[in-house]
């Protein structure tokens, strides 16, 4: 009986038992180190990332929770190294694209980073986190109509993201300072 291979990354029905159990074992692993990532302990997660690391290591969910990991602890250029990896395995990775977009904005790379975000919006449009991101990358740039506008998108597919319901209030304020700045300009010629 000839089968052909499923297009998975794990088959499950063909899998050893040995290869089972460390599939496994590395989805456990990332699991807390996501759990730890969300809850704020950043360098635990980073370690148990690295242990499903050592069981598979073109798990790019483990790659990316890296990089998520080290930009927020302001580590931004070795979070780029981390989503380079992840987009090393999978160039489609709208995780990584995006994660690596947003790294370039928080070292002020602002262009760059938009190459990225909008790499992961072609390929994902109603991605709220990469809208988000876009949002937070154009705010960076003083273009902060259009920010609001993606922060609105991004509210409208998650009205619980509040990242960009943050950030839209922070592209408002700006928005009206530079208003008023130019008000203020204009008053004075």
């Given amino acids: 009986m000839n089968m052909e291979k499923s297009p998975l990354r794990y088959d499950f029905i063909n899998i050893d038992k040995l290869s089972f159990v460390l599939v496994v074992f590395g989805l456990y692993e990332y699991s807390i180190g996501y759990d730890l990532n969300s809850q704020g302990n950043h360098t635990q997660a980073i370690q148990y990332y690295n242990k499903a690391l050592a069981i598979d290591p073109k ?3 483990a790659l990316n929770g890296i990089g998520d990991a080290l930009d927020n602890l ?7 190294q981390y989503y380079n990896k992840a987009l090393a395995i999978d160039p489609k990775n709208t995780y990584a694209l995006n994660g690596k977009g947003f790294s370039l904005a928080e070292l002020g790379k602002y262009n760059e980073g938009l190459v990225f975000i909008d790499k ?3 390929l994902d449009p109603k991605n709220a986190e990469a809208l988000d991101s876009k949002g937070f990358t154009l705010d960076g740039l003083g273009r902060h109509n259009e920010a609001i506008a993606l922060y609105n998108k991004a509210l409208a597919i998650d009205p619980k993201n ?5 950030a839209k209030s922070v592209a408002i304020a700006a928005l009206n300072n530079q208003t008023r700045l ?4 204009t ?3």
Avoid: E, P, R, V
């Fill in 120 to 122: 992961a919006l072609s």
């Fill in 182 to 185: 130019a008000n203020h300009t």
């Fill in 59 to 61: 798990y790019t969910n």
């Fill in 162 to 166: 509040t990242d960009a319901l943050k």
């Fill in 187 to 189: 008053t004075l010629k």
């Fill in 74 to 80: 302001g580590n931004h250029t070795q979070a780029i």
